[in-house]
């Protein structure tokens, strides 16, 4: 047997990964529709943990020993990993927020980020919607990269390649990577997010993975907070996080945490996805 032949899906597993992606989907959506100045972060749990139980499923996050949340909402120098809490939202703030449902066993896990408009510091609000930007683009050039490329390692060049093409001097955290996906949250094989040596497994179907970077405007250097879960950058640089779960089967590429299946944004790439066969 070849050492990664775990990693594959059969069709029938993939398929049962559809419902938790688009509830995951659906939550994020929620959330995002409630983010705003003044509301706090353990009412955009609520609001994701809602939507989750209502769709039939439950939150993943939960899953994780020691944590009883929903979703992780990381603000302005908050990498990842963010504790819900009475921590309330401010105008300019840039929110990452992560979240994950699980359906019949089976796993979907994304993150988005959003800046709080905030008419009063305009360049602010530009300068860290353009890292979100930066950020989310570099994820859908790593999606789009899974149809073509041979080896999954080769995903974090392309996600590279547009953080430095930004100009900006950005920073690509290293010490958390994206992963494979399925019966449980995290599995194998590690996502890099940037150029490795080691080729990886073969993008081959039945491969589905979690592509998330995390770009800072600063160091890429990071500390735990007291809280023991929250990962923030040690200069206080802003951080944008974006993750979508992927499946990888014998008609092409989906989305698996995209409602479209990521067709409006792979379309600058020139992909096309295709939904796996039910």
């Known amino acids: ?3 990664n032949a775990g990693i594959y899906k059969s069709p029938a597993e993939i398929a049962a990964m559809v419902r938790p992606g688009v509830l995951t989907a659906s939550a994020l959506d929620a959330v995002r529709a409630a983010v705003g100045a003044g509301v706090t972060t353990l009412e955009l749990d609520a609001v994701a943990e809602r939507v989750i139980r209502d769709g039939g499923g439950e939150p993943n996050f939960m899953l994780e020993p020691g944590y009883r949340h929903t979703v992780c909402v990381s603000v302005n120098d908050e990498v990842v990993h963010g504790v819900p809490g009475s921590r309330v939202i401010h105008p300019g703030d840039i929110v990452s927020i992560d979240c994950g449902a699980v359906v019949d066993g089976w796993h979907g896990d994304s993150a988005i980020t959003i800046v709080v408009p905030d008419a009063s510091r305009p360049e602010l609000v530009a300068s860290r919607q353009k890292l979100s930007d930066v950020t ?3 994820l859908w050039a790593g999606i789009a990269a ?6 999954l390692n ?7 390649a547009v953080i430095d093409e930004a100009g900006e001097g950005y920073g690509i955290i290293e010490d958390f990577v994206g992963h494979g996906i399925g019966r449980a949250m995290h599995e194998e094989p590690p996502v890099f997010n940037y150029s490795v040596r080691e080729r990886g497994p073969k993008i081959k179907p039945g491969l589905v993975v ?3 970077p995390m770009v800072t405007e600063g160091t890429i250097e990071t500390h735990v ?3 023991e879960w929250t990962i923030a950058t040690d200069d206080g640089g802003m951080a944008a996080h974006w993750e979508h779960s992927i499946a990888v089967h014998d008609r ?3 989305v698996l945490t995209a409602h479209d299946g990521g067709a409006a944004q792979l379309a600058s790439f020139g992909v096309v996805p295709v939904a796996p066969a039910p």
């Open 1 to 3: 047997m070849a050492r």
């Open 252 to 254: 092409g590429i989906w």
């Open 225 to 227: 907070l007291a809280d």
């Open 154 to 160: 080769d995903i974090g060049g392309f996600i590279e």
């Open 210 to 212: 979690a592509i998330e």
């Open 146 to 151: 899974l149809a073509h490329a041979k080896h």
């Open 136 to 138: 989310e683009r570099s």
